[in-house]
C-alpha cells in the first residue's frame, strides 16, 4: 500500500475522525489483530462468533496508526474507549472497508483483470499472473483471498511499482 494519511481515508469511507491525528501515516491494512504492526489501518470485521472491535486496544498497543469502528468510542463490552490511538468512525466497517479500496484503486492507472467464477479461479488467477510477469509487475490476490474482504484487501496492496493486476472475485 501507498501511504495515505488519516484524513485521506475519513474522506473515502465517508467517517468521522472520533479521535486522534488526521494527519497520522497509514502504510497498510490489517484485518487480523495478530497481525497488526506499526503504520496500521485496522479494520475490525464483525463475524458470527467475534466482534473484532474488542481487539482494537490490543493493534494500538502495537503501534497501528488507527483503526475504523463501527461502536462510536465504545468497545463491544459497553466499556468506553479510553486509549491513545486514531479512530475513525462509520456505520459498517466491511463496507467502509470496501470503499476505501474503490478510492484507493482509482490511485492507479494500471490494468486489471478479474477472475470470477465457481471453479477453478485460483488456478486461472495464477496463470493469468505468470503470463503477464513476463512483461508487468503483477499485484494478484494472495492465495484464494476472495470475499467481499479479501478483494479491498488485495487491491490496497496495489503500489506505484506495480504494472497490471490481476484480482480473484
Request: with cysteine.
Amino acid at each position: 500500500m501507498e501511504k495515505l494519511l488519516v484524513g485521506e481515508i475519513v474522506k473515502a469511507v465517508r467517517g468521522t475522525l472520533l479521535c486522534g491525528d488526521a494527519n497520522a501515516e497509514v502504510f497498510d491494512v490489517c484485518i487480523d489483530s495478530r497481525e497488526a504492526k506499526p503504520g496500521d489501518l485496522f479494520v475490525p470485521i464483525i463475524g458470527e462468533r467475534v466482534d473484532a472491535h474488542k481487539f482494537i486496544p490490543d493493534v494500538f498497543a502495537k503501534g497501528a496508526a488507527c483503526s475504523l469502528t463501527s461502536h462510536g468510542l465504545t468497545l463491544p463490552d459497553g466499556s468506553a474507549y479510553t486509549g491513545e490511538g486514531t479512530l475513525i468512525g462509520v456505520d459498517n466497517t466491511e463496507d467502509a472497508l470496501q470503499m476505501l479500496g474503490s478510492w484507493y484503486r482509482d490511485r492507479f492507472d494500471i490494468p486489471v483483470v478479474g477472475v470470477t467464477g465457481s471453479v477453478g479461479k485460483t488456478t486461472t488467477k495464477e496463470m493469468i499472473s505468470a503470463a503477464l510477469s513476463v512483461k508487468y509487475n503483477v499485484r494478484k490476490t494472495p492465495g484464494n483471498f476472495n470475499s467481499l474482504v479479501g478483494l479491498p484487501v488485495t487491491v490496497l496492496g496495489i503500489t506505484s511499482e506495480h504494472s497490471a493486476a490481476v484480482i480473484e472475485m
